[in-house]
């Protein structure tokens, strides 16, 4: 059963289809992932979805358990369950690591904020008193930015390039959290451009220039990697090479 569908959705800006007749259905309690090159639309897909500011004048629908979201903001569509995990985490100046996972878990026990910072290889003892600032690297910002995923038990979550600045080891962390997260029922939806990420999927999208242009089990959509560009039709194509790889 599809939990977010997405129907026929367009999004302009500055008069160019960024996302151009989007149909995608989303089930429930899988991994996704949405795939391509840079410029394809992808986090402007993720923050669509979310409906940050300047990303809500669409047409089409977007559809969660059945009902319109696309007119709801930001914080209504989060109170349904949906959270964004970002590229770049935020910084919060004054703000700790255990009452940043505390605030996103409703106020969960000192316990469980511990159990979610181990989860993401971190020592709470080293970690849970320390400000989420400009003291901590990007990739340390990233795990702790997946442990208040983790607290937050969501129903929907995207993950915009959950692998940016994160090292070889503690890539495995974030692989951890993701079977985590599907395992307490959890849908994933992964923004990425790795092949390593992509291989967590259990289905996968290929966006090319706003549209889809590929979709189905994660195997089929893995010669993307290999070749960087797979055969289509998409309107950007010159008609001389057509029948190539775009």
């Given at each position: 059963?599809?939990?977010?569908?997405?129907?026929?959705?367009?999004?302009?800006?500055?008069?160019?289809?960024?996302?151009?007749?989007?149909?995608?259905?989303?089930?429930?309690?899988?991994?996704?992932?949405?795939?391509?090159?840079?410029?394809?639309?992808?986090?402007?897909?993720?923050?669509?979805?979310?409906?940050?500011?300047?990303?809500?004048?669409?047409?089409?629908?977007?559809l969660f358990n059945g009902?319109?979201?696309?007119?709801?903001?930001?914080?209504?569509?989060?109170?349904?369950?949906?959270?964004?995990?970002?590229?770049?985490?935020?910084?919060?100046?004054?703000?700790?690591?255990?009452?940043?996972?505390?605030?996103?878990?409703?106020?969960?026990?000192?316990?469980?904020?511990?159990?979610?910072?181990?989860?993401?290889?971190?020592?709470?003892?080293?970690?849970?008193?320390?400000?989420?600032?400009?003291?901590?690297?990007?990739?340390?910002?990233?795990?702790?930015?997946?442990?208040?995923?983790?607290?937050?038990?969501?129903?929907?979550?995207?993950?915009?390039?959950?692998?940016?600045?994160?090292?070889?080891?503690?890539?495995?962390?974030?692989?951890?959290?993701?079977?985590?997260?599907?395992?307490?029922?959890?849908?994933?939806?992964?923004?990425?451009?790795?092949?390593?990420v992509l291989n967590q999927?259990?289905?996968?999208?290929?966006?090319?220039?706003?549209?889809?242009?590929?979709?189905?089990?994660?195997?089929?959509?893995?010669?993307?990697?290999?070749?960087?560009?797979?055969?289509?039709?998409?309107?950007?194509?010159?008609?001389?090479?057509?029948?190539?790889?775009?």
């Amino acid at each position: 059963m599809g939990i977010l569908e997405v129907k026929n959705l367009t999004l302009s800006l500055n008069g160019k289809n960024i996302l151009d007749r989007l149909n995608i259905d989303f089930w429930e309690g899988h991994i996704h992932a949405v795939v391509g090159p840079n410029g394809a639309g992808k986090s402007t897909f993720a923050y669509t979805l979310m409906g940050l500011k300047g990303y809500t004048d669409i047409t089409g629908d977007i559809l969660f358990n059945g009902k319109s979201i696309k007119k709801l903001t930001i914080n209504e569509r989060a109170k349904l369950g949906m959270t964004l995990g970002w590229q770049e985490p935020a910084r919060f100046e004054g703000l700790t690591v255990e009452n940043f996972i505390k605030a996103a878990g409703n106020g969960r026990t000192e316990i469980y904020i511990e159990e979610a910072l181990l989860k993401m290889g971190l020592n709470p003892s080293d970690y849970a008193k320390r400000a989420v600032d400009k003291t901590l690297s990007g990739g340390e910002r990233k795990k702790i930015e997946m442990a208040s995923i983790i607290a937050m038990n969501p129903r929907f979550v995207l993950l915009d390039e959950p692998d940016s600045g994160i090292d070889v080891s503690s890539l495995e962390n974030i692989f951890s959290a993701l079977s985590y997260l599907k395992k307490n029922g959890s849908t994933v939806v992964l923004i990425t451009h790795s092949l390593a990420v992509l291989n967590q999927a259990e289905h996968a999208f290929l966006l090319c220039g706003g549209q889809i242009v590929d979709k189905g089990e994660t195997h089929k959509i893995r010669p993307y990697f290999e070749d960087k560009c797979m055969p289509c039709l998409h309107k950007n194509v010159p008609d001389t090479i057509i029948e190539e790889d775009c």
